[in-house]
């Protein structure tokens, strides 16, 4: 139980094209979904908290604007990364959070972009 | 605010040795305590977790004890495979940090035969 999935899980694209990248909880609701980056040999950046319904929160530094975050049900939760620059190749990682639980998370296996 | 501090890597074992990897943290509330595992280019997976005082994790042979009095949850496996080659990340969840994870830097743990 308790599985995430991401897709997809590796994309190449051109500079100041978008991306988006799904997350979904196959076999659980999920109220809240977390989306994170990762650099490499390196712990992991929340960037934003994203609630069923409502706007996501996003961490300080974090432009609302450039990744835009929406949780349409619970789910299924999306990342776009609008007009994407080499700085933002990275690994991108979401989780999702069932309602009324111990507050452990359940990681997808992650999304590698690479913006050329 | 809440923070997890875990022993610096890379640790490099042998196969069959013992392992143990400290982790301590600070919270303000009662916090829930995990141990996530990352293999190569994969997502996080969740190893093991402890919800209050003195609760003991278990999972694949690797366990940790939540420690009130020395704020630890410290990992450990009696004997080490070199499929456990992975990162390790010891994290928290507070309802007073709204249920987010705070995460340790992550051991990188490498077994050899």
């Known amino acids: 139980g308790a599985v995430v999935s991401q897709h997809p899980s590796w994309v190449i694209c051109k500079s100041g094209t978008s991306v988006k990248i799904e997350c979904r909880s196959l076999d659980f609701q999920a109220t809240t979904m977390f989306w994170y980056r990762q650099f490499p040999k390196q712990s992991l950046m929340l960037m934003a908290t994203?609630?069923?319904?409502?706007?996501?929160?996003?961490e300080q530094g974090v432009e609302k604007d450039k990744f835009l975050i929406n949780h349409a049900s619970l789910t299924l939760s999306t990342l776009t990364v609008t007009s994407a620059h080499p700085e933002d190749s990275s690994f991108y990682i979401c989780?999702?959070?069932?309602?009324?639980?111990?507050?452990?998370?359940?990681f997808g296996p992650g999304t590698r972009l690479l913006v050329l | 605010g809440d923070s997890v501090t875990q022993m610096e890597g890379p640790v490099t074992l042998s196969e069959e040795a013992f392992l143990t990897i400290n982790c301590t943290y600070t919270?303000?509330?009662?916090?829930?305590l995990f141990w996530y595992v990352q293999y190569p280019g994969e997502g996080l997976q969740l190893l093991l977790k402890a919800t209050k005082a003195d609760d003991k994790g278990s999972n694949k042979g690797f366990e940790a004890t939540y420690r009130k009095e020395t704020t630890s949850f410290h990992l450990e496996k009696g004997s080490v495979q070199v499929s456990d080659s992975a990162v390790y990340f010891c994290a928290l969840s507070d309802l007073g940090g709204g249920n987010k994870l705070t995460f340790g830097t992550g051991t990188q743990l490498k077994v050899e035969l």
């Open positions: 989780s999702a959070r069932a309602s009324g639980g111990d507050g452990a998370q359940y």
């Open positions: 994203s609630n069923e319904g409502s706007k996501a929160t996003y």
């Open positions: 919270a303000t509330g009662y916090p829930s």
